[in-house]
């Protein structure tokens, strides 16, 4: 199917919402992708596109039109300077030194920049994010901050078949998440589920799923 085709199909997928009664915003995972393929994906209807890579970021910031940026990747401190008032949400806030750099940066700046906590659910070595352990009092952390505001708490779960072990995982992110909203009104996203297992995040409470090749085809790397 076309890129325009697939956009419509999952839109239609997630417009009952979720479980909660939330609306799921579906986020185009654009890594690799160029302008006109991430154009013709909001042209069918895509209202959100993230890069995981600042670089491709800026590449394509003044080519890309009417979608709201997500940075969704990690993200070294010495490249938040690029991102700061461009983003609608970054969310892969996933240690305190960069709390730090996107605090004192957006306060320079004159903006208040959105974030979500990144959360290593899985305790995957591979992976970055705070540990659940660590993640309520990270977010807490970065809610005292005058230049940072929580939206939210992002995750990827990992590859596995059991189905049941990943429905826990989800359901502590969701539990984490309710958590923090009981205390803050500005708690209204968790990112969670990609391609391969968005289904199973929304069936446990997810209300953003992050989707790429699902949406664009596989992807295309440059030539080493």
């Known amino acids: 199917m076309s890129i325009a085709q697939n956009v419509a199909h999952y839109l239609q997928e997630i417009g009952s919402g979720n479980p909660f009664g939330e609306k799921i915003t579906l986020v185009a995972a654009t890594k690799t992708r160029t302008a006109d393929e991430i154009n013709e994906a909001i042209a069918a209807g895509i ?16 080519l890309v039109h009417g979608a709201n940026r997500h940075f969704i990747g990690h993200l070294q401190t010495n490249k938040v300077k690029y991102l700061i008032g461009k983003t609608l949400l970054i969310q892969s806030l996933d240690r305190d030194e960069l709390l730090n750099e996107l605090d004192v940066r957006s306060q320079r700046a004159g903006v208040v ?6 959360v290593n659910i899985g305790s995957e070595l591979s992976k970055s994010g705070y540990p659940l352990s660590e993640a309520y ?24 078949q059991d189905t049941v072990l990943l429905g826990a995982l989800a359901d502590q992110m969701r ?27 929304v069936a446990h409470g997810a209300n953003m799923i ?15």
């Open 137 to 160: 009092a990270a977010y807490e952390r970065a809610h005292a901050r005058q230049g940072v505001r929580v939206r939210g708490f992002m995750a990827m779960l990992p590859l596995s």
């Open 47 to 62: 209202t959100d596109i993230g890069e995981n890579k600042v670089q491709e970021f800026r590449d394509k910031y003044a």
């Open 175 to 201: 539990a984490l998440y309710e958590r923090a909203r009981a205390q803050d009104d500005d708690i209204c996203h968790l990112s969670m589920g990609m391609s391969g297992d968005w289904r199973l995040c």
């Open 113 to 118: 920049t959105d974030v979500l906590i990144e």
């Open 210 to 224: 992050r989707i790429g090749t699902a949406l664009f085809g596989a992807r295309a790397y440059p030539a080493p």
